[in-house]
Structures are given as structure tokens and as C-alpha cells.
């Protein structure tokens, strides 16, 4: 028979300390949920599909009320967000920085990159006007008929997903256009492009060399051309997407060579 926590009217210091640590746990193992999900371009409904629970049981994890959830849970939920219960633990114990720090590194030095180029960045912005859906753009950009989505990437567990997403995901920012447009804007002349920024480790570099055609059939556009009308505002937007490197360290920026 399992052991049962004994029920007293009245807790003990001990146990205080022991159950608001719990929650703490519970609250980086949340924070640490919603970024796989996010970084495997799921939303809720599909993690909890894969993983046969309900979609508001993850809402509730994800929102760091996932104490008293079993562990046999945690890890059938970080599976199907294609992550590992133990990274989340790791994590839960490493709080000097956020999970998603070398993440958050690469959206800033784009942000500050694009504001000498007059652009707005919008991070995080939530793509889907259901929120049930729960898909988030890591960056948009606005400067006056120009519309931008941002992409950043560290890893890509599945090429083709990434693909069809991307796809879905220009095609909304783009028909959502009004609410985007800068103040005084006329958003019928809004052009919409954009790119995806990939974190330049040894295994991106050799899975985009392995894959060059599929890559530059995707991102035709000039790395160099974009990083110019992200930077200064006499350059325009280049109409065609393309692929840009960010180093390991997440300091800069550089053009991708897929021709």
C-alpha cells in the first residue's frame, strides 16, 4: 500500500516549508511545461491529446498549479511536448535563470537590432484570437507598411511541422493586419513577410547543409538584404522570407548562405 500523507488539523513548520516548496517546484515545472510546448509549436489541445489528459489540466500545470499532480502525469505531459521530466527538474532546481534564457537572449538582440532600423517589436504575440489554441508569434515587427514575423529558433525537432507552421502562422499575422498596424497606418498597404532566426549550433549548421534545397525553397530571400532593413530605415523590407544565424552565444546576427 502507497504511503498516505497523514491528515492533522494543524500543519507543522515542517510541513509548511515542505508544501510551499512543492508549490515552488510546481510553479518552474509550469514555466518550464508552457516553454517546450511553445518551442514545439503545440498548443494545449494537441498536448493534451497526445498525452490523453484534458486540456485544462495542462492549462492549470502550465499556470503552476501542478503540486499534487502524480509524477506518472509530468512525464507522460513533458513527453508529448517531445521534452524530458527530468530537464524539467533540473531546471526547477537551477533558478538562477530562466528556462528560456538563451531563448529570451536572441529576441532581445533582435528587438534592439530592429529599433535602429525604426521598427515595433511586438514579443509574444498571441497569433490566435482563440485562446484555445494558444499560439504565439516569438517576434513581430511593424514600421510603417511593413509587417515582419519573427521565428526564433534554438532547435528544430521537426522540419516539416516547422514548415506547415510557419506557413499558418504568416498567413494569420498577415490577415490580422489591422490589429497590428502602426497608429494612423493604413493596413490595406501593409506587406507581409518575414524570417526565421536559428540558433547556429553544429547540429542546425549540418541539418540545414544536409537539407540546403528544402531550405532555400523555403527562404529564398537574402539574409544580407534583411539584415539591412532590420537595422536602418532607408533599407525596405525584402518581400521573401529568409534565414538568418544567431551564434551560440546569442551576441549576433549574421546571413545564412543557402545559394
Known sequence: MPDRIRRRSRRTPTQVASDRRADEIATYLGRALRDARRASRKAQAEVSSIAGLSRSLISEMERGHGASVSLTVWTRVARATGSDLRAYLEQATATDQPRDAVHLRAQELIVRAAARGGWRAQPEWAIDLDPGRSRFGDLVLTRTTDLALVEVFDW??????????????????????????????????LRASGLWVLRATRTNRRLVADHRALFQARFPGLGAAWLRALTDLRHPMPPTPALLWITVAGDRLFPARLG
Do not use: C, Y
Open 156 to 189: 528544430l525537432e521537426d522540419v516539416g511541422d516547422a514548415f506547415r507552421s510557419w506557413d499558418r502562422r504568416l498567413a494569420t499575422v498577415e490577415s490580422r493586419a489591422i490589429a497590428l498596424a502602426p497608429p494612423g497606418t493604413d493596413a490595406t498597404s
